[in-house]
């Protein structure tokens, strides 16, 4: 049996694991001293009982494969790194939002995205795609995953500058620029512009999903913002929450934030020998 505390990538090379459809859950979760079962759930997408060296994994076995597969890897990851603690009960939203913290769910995220989406698969594919909503569901399919863990995936390991950017009830969960290439200095708006094709989407409870060209303002209030176009991909995670993907595939607007901040930082250095 695989021990606690060992990371997912050593999991799959201990496995034998090398391409996405040997990623099979059941039987990683097997070598790791937990088993499977999918039943009805109410109040939680996933849960997880374990004693000694075995442990019981339930999933909602209403939601979607994607999800069943995530939540899956979401609940091997409390066992194998938060193992002595009994048991945890984990909801969509714990799964959908907990990506930026530092606790339990945060790290059961990233275990389950580092098993089930690892870098040395994911990346060969994703590089050079687009970051839109269409790669997100080609990739998803491929490793059989959920839309948002997958969509994560993408902005953190593609090969453009992105952002992602979670709303709860019409307000900013969190967002996850995709590293140096964003200045540090953008922030996502608080609310979604009413222009936005995300506003359009919440106010929409029959669509599932849109995606086009908008202006940067109606994400970044910036002087100047106007001015350039980025892509929005956005689909919903539930009722009143969603994900939205903004892709610069025109990098003009980030190349001239950095040069301003650039100037600002140098002015304040100058005022501050100065004085």
Same mark, same amino acid.
């Given at each position: ?9 050593? $999991?799959? &090379? ?12 059941? @039987?990683? @979760? ?5 088993? $499977? ?9 996933? *849960?997880?009982?374990?004693? !000694? ?6 999933? *909602? ?15 091997? !990851? ?8 009994? =048991? ?7 799964? *959908? &939002? ?9 790290? @059961? ?13 994911? +990346? ?15 990739? =998803? !399919? +491929? ?5 948002? =863990?997958?969509? $994560?995936?993408? +902005? ?41 094709? @995300? ?12 995606? !086009?060209? +908008?202006? =940067? ?10 001015? %350039? %176009? ?10 009143? &929450? ?32 100065? %004085?």
């Amino acid at each position: 049996m695989i021990e606690a505390g060992i990371p997912p990538e050593k $999991i799959l &090379s201990l496995l034998g694991i090398t391409e996405p459809e040997d990623l099979d859950i059941e @039987a990683i @979760a097997f070598a790791c001293g937990a088993t $499977i079962l999918r039943q009805p759930l109410t109040g939680c997408e996933a *849960n997880i009982i374990g004693s !000694g060296d075995k442990a019981i994994i339930t999933v *909602n076995i209403k939601s979607i494969p994607g999800r069943q597969r995530f939540s899956s890897g979401h609940e091997l !990851g409390h066992w194998m790194k938060d193992r002595g603690q009994n =048991a945890f009960g984990c909801s969509k939203r714990q799964m *959908n &939002s907990e990506w930026t913290d530092n606790n339990a769910e945060t790290r @059961a995220n990233r275990f389950a995205s580092d098993l089930l989406l690892p870098l040395s698969m994911f +990346v060969p594919l994703a590089k050079a795609r687009p970051i839109t909503l269409e790669t997100v569901i080609y990739l =998803a !399919g +491929v490793f059989r995953m959920s839309r948002t =863990a997958t969509a $994560i995936r993408l +902005v953190q390991h593609g090969s453009f500058p992105a952002m992602l950017v979670f709303y709860e009830q019409g307000h900013k969960k969190g967002f996850i620029p995709s590293g140096k290439d964003i200045p540090s200095s953008l922030f996502p708006r608080l609310r979604p512009d009413p222009h936005s094709l @995300a506003a359009t989407l919440m106010a929409n409870k029959l669509e599932d999903d849109k995606n !086009g060209d +908008v202006r =940067a303002d109606r994400w970044f209030d910036r002087d100047g913002a106007e001015k %350039y %176009y980025i892509r929005e991909s956005c689909f919903k995670t539930g009722p009143d &929450s969603m994900t939205i993907l903004l892709w610069w595939e025109d990098e003009k607007q980030l190349l001239d934030i950095e040069e301003e901040d650039e100037r600002r930082a140098s002015r304040r250095s100058d005022y501050g020998e100065e %004085y």
